[in-house]
T-cell receptor, first 113, second 115 residues
Framework: DQQVKQNSPSLSVQEGRISILNCDYT??????FLWYKKYPAEGPTFLIS?????DKNEDGRFTVFLNKSAKHLSLHIVPSQPGDSAVYFC????????????FGKGTKLSVIP | EPEVTQTPSHQVTQMGQEVILRCVPI?????FYWYRQILGQKVEFLVS????????KSEIFDDQFSVERPDGSNFTLKIRSTKLEDSAMYFC?????????????FGSGTRLTVV
């Protein structure tokens, strides 16, 4: 039962270029989407989020795009830096009083200097 | 920056034994959670806790699991009789009310190994 899917287990990008991480979801009840970054031996760290009433949210080098009709979201990192190398998780929440997050399996991003 | 603290970082236990995983959430947060990640798999929700009671739980969180906030600062997860398949990284997290703006703050996790 994969309600949140990250189909690329890994991605390599040259430093300075754009990293695009993709996420698809199946549950139309999801109302909020979040991206987390995780380094080894650490817990996930919140990066950026978007509500389903928006199609874009930007925070510095990070932008999340949401396409509700396609049930697809993406995280853009530009420019990519070596310190961005980590596992990125997409997560979704249905709102309506629930604080539960449903996570994807993650995409390991490697930014090559 | 405020942190969620988890202890121990690694726990090895024999099958059938009880374990208690401990967490100190961020002091002004109101919601507390446990998640787990089995090696190579996704992070899975176990339980959320608000106002001294469980607000949501997943199918994973069966009668073998329990949570408690024994005092004003600690939040614990107890597994009564551990199984091999309970081996995983267990993450505690906490949040204020604005989930969409701030997400959760996760701890660094406790790696539980059941032998």
């Amino acid at each position: 039962d994969q309600q949140v899917k990250q189909n690329s287990p890994s991605l390599s990008v040259q430093e300075g270029r754009i990293s695009i991480l993709n996420c698809d979801y199946t549950n139309s009840m999801f109302d909020y989407f979040l991206w987390y970054k995780k380094y080894p031996a650490e817990g996930p760290t919140f990066l950026i989020s978007i509500s389903s009433i928006k199609d874009k949210n930007e925070d510095g080098r990070f932008t999340v795009f949401l396409n509700k009709s396609a049930k697809h979201l993406s995280l853009h990192i530009v420019p990519s830096q070596p310190g961005d190398s980590a596992v990125y998780f997409c997560a979704a929440n249905s709102g309506a009083g629930s604080y539960q997050l449903t996570f994807g399996k993650g995409t390991k991003l490697s930014v090559i200097p | 920056e405020p942190e969620v603290t988890q202890t121990p970082s690694h726990q090895v236990t024999q099958m059938g034994q009880e374990v208690i995983l401990r967490c100190v959430p961020i002091s002004n947060h109101l919601y507390f959670y446990w998640y787990r990640q089995i090696l190579g798999q996704k992070v899975e929700f176990l339980v959320s806790f608000y106002n001294n009671e469980i607000s949501e739980k997943s199918e994973i969180f069966d009668d073998q699991f329990s949570v408690e906030r024994p005092d004003g600062s600690n939040f614990t997860l107890k597994i009564r009789s551990t199984k091999l398949e309970d081996s995983a990284m267990y993450f505690c997290a906490s949040s204020g009310q604005l989930l969409i703006n701030y997400g959760y703050t996760f701890g660094s996790g406790t790696r539980l190994t059941v032998v």
